[in-house]
Nanobody, 124 residues
Framework: EVQLQASGGGLVQAGGPLRLSCAAS????????IGWFRQAPGKEREGVSC????????YYADSVKGRFTISSDNAKNTVYLQMNSLKPEDTAVYYC?????????????????WGKGTLVTVSS
């Protein structure tokens, strides 16, 4: 059974950093891509970033380029999302998800497997 557990959310001041973790289990980690998505109250889900565990290729939404960095520790089956220079508009529930590949298509349409979210609140 595919399981994805996001953690690391919390309250942070604007301009500050926060790191999210996504622990994966139940599948061959190297064969999948992991993505981060977010949904703010009253807004549609947004694909934030994804990484291919096999070759390390990464993709980012324009809204987070230069501020967020996604990385993968294949030995720990864990993907991280380092978020710097946070803005109040980054406030959302962040979810990690998995699929066979990664790219703009997946960030837009979503992935097959989802974990529960972790709330990030950025205060101004």
């Amino acid at each position: 059974e595919v399981q994805l557990q996001a953690s690391g959310g919390g309250l942070v001041q604007a301009g500050g950093p926060l790191r999210l973790s996504c622990a994966a289990s139940g599948f061959t980690f190297d064969d999948y891509a992991i993505g981060w998505f977010r949904q703010a109250p009253g807004k549609e889900r947004e694909g934030v970033s994804c990484i291919s565990s096999s070759d390390g290729s990464t993709y980012y939404a324009d809204s987070v380029k230069g501020r967020f960095t996604i990385s993968s520790d294949n030995a720990k089956n864990t993907v991280y999302l380092q978020m710097n220079s946070l803005k109040p508009e980054d406030t959302a529930v962040y979810y990690c998800a998995a699929d066979f590949s990664c790219g703009s298509y997946y960030l837009y349409y979503g992935m097959d497997y989802w974990g529960k979210g972790t709330l990030v609140t950025v205060s101004s």
